[in-house]
């Protein structure tokens, strides 16, 4: 039985005072959540501590954006499993396309991200996803592929997250169509040969699709950026309703 996984991932928003008047909103609108699914959120780094603080005694969990392969060293702007497990860190996203597009985050990187996480007992949350270009040009499921191949090399699918990101999805308003989104999950968990993988997506989640979403044989969860910037669109998120 694969719990779902319903994660809002801020990016680059939220100072700690924003978030704790977010969470003010947010903690009571999720207090009788169903607990047959994870809540995580996934702050920026300078606000994970107070989110931390604040939810200690709730079910909602958190996540970083990023994670480092190393415990320290001269990794100017990076930040260690180590320093993330000391705030009760559960999740770390890694391979989002957006540091893959601004930062050329590589496949291999992202590898080294994810085995890191999983070997501190991090649960990674790899995202993968393709371009509206490669899509166009029929190559979107050779991309996946390799993005995921090259992603999970050596990791183990207990303790594991996928996400897929269609590119072209993320903060543009246009979902991918949620049959179509359990296709691609659908594959993802054949070329992972694992039945437990926890096969998220994400890309303009929002309150008016969410359920659809998760009515879908293949999606067990989530990943949202937009719509968790908004606590009471966030909340309706956590508490879909499985039609
Ligand atoms: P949006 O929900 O804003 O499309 O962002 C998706 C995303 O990138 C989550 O990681």
Redesign the pocket.
């Known amino acids: 039985m694969r719990k779902p996984v319903i994660a809002g ?1 801020w ?1 680059m928003h939220m100072t700690c005072a924003e978030a704790r008047s977010y969470m003010a909103t947010f903690l009571p609108l999720i207090e009788n959540t169903s607990d047959d699914r994870h809540l995580v959120i996934a702050p920026p780094f300078t606000a994970i501590s107070t989110v931390a603080e604040i939810v200690r005694n709730t079910s909602l969990e958190i996540s970083s954006q990023n994670v480092h392969w190393e415990d320290q060293g001269a990794y100017t702007a990076e930040v260690s499993p180590t320093m993330l497990l000391e705030h009760k860190v559960r999740y770390a ?1 890694v391979g ?3 540091p893959r597009k601004y930062f050329s985050e590589s496949d291999e990187q992202i590898n080294r991200r994810a085995i890191s996480a999983q070997r501190h007992g991090l649960i990674p949350i790899v ?1 993968v996803g393709e371009t509206d270009e490669q899509r166009e040009r029929g190559e979107a499921e050779r991309v996946i592929r390799r993005q995921v191949e090259q992603g999970l090399e050596g990791t183990s699918c207990e303790n594991l997250v996928v ?1 897929y ?1 269609p590119i072209w ?4 308003g246009k979902t991918c169509a949620a049959t179509e989104a359990n296709r691609i999950c659908g594959l993802i968990r054949s070329w992972v040969g694992s039945s437990n993988l926890i096969i998220q997506y ?5 309150p008016a699709n969410i359920d659809e979403l998760m009515a879908m044989s293949d999606i067990d969860g989530v ?6 910037l908004d606590p009471d669109s966030f909340a309706r998120i956590a508490n879909y309703n499985i039609i």
């Open positions: 991932n990016k996203i989002h396309s957006e995202c996400a990101e999805a993320i903060g543009t994400g890309g303009s989640v929002k990943l949202v950026g937009g719509a968790s």
